[in-house]
């Protein structure tokens, strides 16, 4: 089996996913939303990951999703921007089938949480066994990331998977599979990640950062760019930025950096998922605040306070750049 080639550097942004009054799918307002961030220029969407809330999606909304994103790309001549598709389950025969429906729906990549239902089970051994070569059973070899049928990145967010933080040695070992092909790392930590890409460049190894805050720090460090929740509200400010690294330009792209910084951090205070679709709603001309439960919905009655006037101030920016 031939390595599998990593996603190209850059921003990529996991959609949100509205929905309408019924909790039903909003098609219009997700079909503008994947319009609007690929007009931004970004790299890649990420559906169904967690601010897609994907656990509140049955096999079949999971897939049409990610169809519906795939059409809105090619219809609108965004053939080229990258899907990656959120398919970790709680057990390996589930990611088996999401990463298999993500092919058939016309996904690029997938991108696979560890399971966390038992977290105290998971050992070294196990996280190594579900990602890579996972177990021998009556059944026969069930392996996620020899069974993918798209490359495969691992996911690193303890905070979803009941404190389970992967070592940057366990992510190094599993990166010598040849279809796992990269990380996006949502602990924040500059330094597990500055030990991966000084062992593998993101040419061969795609390690992301997880969150908006670390955009520039990760990519002096080396990164491959960021899976992160704010683009979608400001995807230009985040391409600003990327430019202004790429150009050398290290002042300006800190200064961007440090208000993207309390941009993303504002973003969670005012309510995560649902300000995030409110915001959107608000400024940009579709979609509604509406989430699946147990999540809270947020209006836009609720939005005021600092935290909201720092993320007006960069929405106002978003608006005003070309």
């Keep these: 089996m031939s390595k599998s080639v990593p996603p190209p550097p850059g921003i990529y942004a996991p959609t949100v996913l509205f929905f309408d009054e019924d909790e039903d799918f909003d098609v219009p307002a997700i079909k503008a939303h994947i319009l609007r961030l690929a007009q931004a220029g970004v790299t890649g969407i990420v559906v169904q990951g967690s601010t897609g809330e994907a656990h509140h999606l049955s096999h079949e909304e999971r897939k049409q999703a990610i169809t519906l994103t795939r ?16 398919c970790g389950a709680p057990s390996a025969r589930e990611s088996k089938k999401l990463c298999a429906d993500a092919n058939e729906a016309g996904a690029n990549f997938v991108i696979v949480l ?6 105290k089970r ?24 020899d069974h993918s049928p798209l490359p495969y990145l691992i996911y690193n967010y303890p905070s979803v998977t009941a404190g389970i933080n992967l070592e940057s040695d366990i992510i190094l070992e599993l ?13 924040g930590s500059i330094g597990k990640l ?15 950062a997880g969150t908006s805050d670390v955009l520039l720090q990760g990519l002096l460090s080396g990164s491959a760019g960021v899976i992160s929740a704010l683009p ?20 300006q792209a800190m200064d961007l950096q440090a208000q993207l910084g309390q941009g993303e951090y504002a973003a969670s205070k005012l309510g995560g998922i649902s300000a995030i679709k409110t915001l959107v709603s608000q400024n940009f001309g579709y979609g509604k605040e509406y989430v699946r439960a147990p999540l809270r919905s947020v209006t836009a009655e ?21």
């Excluded at 059409?71 to 959120?86: F, P, S």
């Excluded at 051994?125 to 069930?142: K, Q, S, T, V």
């Excluded at 500055?194 to 992301?208: N, V």
Aim: aromatic letters at 8%.
């Design 71 to 86: 059409e809105t790309l090619d219809e609108n001549g965004y053939e080229n921007v990258v899907i990656i598709v959120g």
């Design 114 to 119: 560890t399971p966390s239902v038992w977290a």
């Design 122 to 145: 998971m050992s070294r051994d196990a996280i190594l066994a579900f990602h890579r070569d996972l177990f021998i059973n009556d059944n026969g070899n069930l392996k996620v990331a």
């Design 175 to 187: 990166s010598d599979h040849p279809n796992i092909v990269g990380t996006k790392l949502s602990c």
């Design 194 to 208: 500055h030990r991966l890409t000084s062992a593998k460049p993101s040419s061969e190894f795609a390690t992301l």
């Design 232 to 251: 979608n509200i400001v995807p230009k400010l985040h391409m600003v930025l990327y430019k202004l690294y790429q150009e050398g330009k290290i002042d």
């Design 302 to 322: 609720q939005l005021r306070g600092p935290y909201y006037d720092k993320l007006v101030e960069l929405m106002t920016l978003e608006k005003s750049t070309p």
